[in-house]
Nanobody
């Protein structure tokens, strides 16, 4: 199983980034997917999740600014991040969770830095 995240980088406050996470080795459409982040000295936290039936949820801190989506044909989950703030700076990770087995898989993170 491999989850390959990409799309991170350095952006100014107010800017946008789009993260992608391509999954292999799993039946993607049978997994709930999520984006998490971890800032230095802080615990990893859920940013956004999307179920296999396209139900979504967001943390209060990103609601209205971030949008999670998935493309089952491409085995990919996306996180569109708009109106970025310095407090969004973190390493962002994607997670796949099998609905059938509840087994979870994590990808390597991608760094997002919001700074002027």
């Amino acid at each position: 199983v491999q989850l390959q995240a990409s799309g991170g980088g350095l952006v100014q406050p107010g800017g946008s980034l789009r993260l992608s996470c391509v999954a292999s080795g799993i039946i993607f459409r049978l997994n709930d997917m999520g984006w998490y982040r971890q800032a230095p000295g802080k615990q990893r936290e859920l940013v956004a999740g999307i179920t296999r039936r396209d139900g979504t949820n967001y943390s209060d801190s990103v609601k209205g600014r971030f949008t999670i989506s998935r493309d089952n044909a491409q085995n990919t989950v996306y996180l569109q991040m708009n109106s970025l703030k310095p407090e969004d700076t973190a390493v962002y990770f994607c997670k796949a969770q099998s609905v059938a087995s509840s087994r979870a898989y994590w990808g390597r993170g991608t760094q997002v830095t919001v700074s002027s």
